[in-house]
């Protein structure tokens, strides 16, 4: 699975949009972006994953760039309870099973 | 559902100690797997299932054991538990085809 680079910690006003950064430079083209996020020593949350194209839930919207060695989470508008530490994961969806969390970006925001 | 379930919470052990962390899921995923985390750390693989009777190592096993006889449960058994075992244990099961992992509220121990 492809190494996986992030800021180490960033903050965001309230009701501002929180982009998070993660760096794939060696991303294979079938593996896919994971975004989880883990709220206070939580169990980690899934967030969203995609491929090639940008995908957008309710929760968040994910921009993959063309050449795919680099995406971008986005909070539209961070409320105070997407304090978390964000992870970022690159992976296989099937024929490998093991799922390798980094340190993630500690997102802190503000009031 | 109950989603992925964790016992005990909370756990203190003496060196030496063994113990089973329960780890259950009731949404007839295949894959689970254990992780734990230490204090400011990201998340570490210690073991995994990719169904009922099969189990592969994962970044950390040494002191562990796992073992699967249904698809709902996935106990980790610490041998002999030792201070350096001191973390926070999180178990996760996987829904297929999209991969997205479910995780368990954890289980904090301690090593004396």
């Known amino acids: 699975d492809a190494k996986t680079t992030q800021p180490t910690s960033m903050d965001c006003a309230e009701g501002r949009a929180a982009n998070l950064p993660c760096n794939h430079s060696?991303?294979?083209?079938?593996?896919?972006v994971y975004w989880y996020r883990q709220i206070h020593s939580q169990g980690p949350q899934y967030i969203i994953h995609?491929?090639?194209n940008n995908e957008t839930n309710e929760m968040a919207s994910l921009i993959i760039t063309e050449d795919r060695k680099s995406s971008t989470l986005i909070l539209p508008h961070a409320t105070l309870r997407d304090t978390a530490v964000y992870y970022c994961?690159?992976?296989?969806?099937?024929?490998?099973?093991?799922?390798?969390f980094g340190t993630g970006t500690r997102l802190k925001v503000l009031a | 559902n109950a989603g992925v379930t964790q016992t005990p919470k909370f756990q203190v052990l003496k060196t030496g100690q063994s113990m089973t962390l329960q780890c259950a899921q009731d949404?007839?995923?295949?894959?689970m797997s254990w992780y734990r985390q230490d204090p400011g750390m990201g998340l570490r693989l210690i073991h995994y299932?990719?169904?009922?009777?099969?189990?592969d190592q994962g970044e950390v096993p040494n002191g562990y054991n796992v073992s699967r006889s249904t698809t709902e449960d996935f106990p980790l058994r610490l041998l002999s538990a030792a201070p350096s075992q001191t973390s926070v244990y999180f178990c996760?099961?996987?829904?297929?085809?999209?991969?997205?992992?479910?995780f368990g509220p954890g289980t904090r121990l301690t090593v004396l």
């Open positions: 996760a099961s996987r829904e297929t085809p999209t991969d997205t992992q479910y």
């Open positions: 949404m007839n995923h295949e894959y």
């Open positions: 060696t991303i294979s083209g079938n593996e896919y």
């Open positions: 994961i690159v992976r296989l969806t099937s024929g490998t099973y093991k799922y390798i």
């Open positions: 995609g491929l090639k």
């Open positions: 299932s990719v169904g009922a009777g099969i189990t």
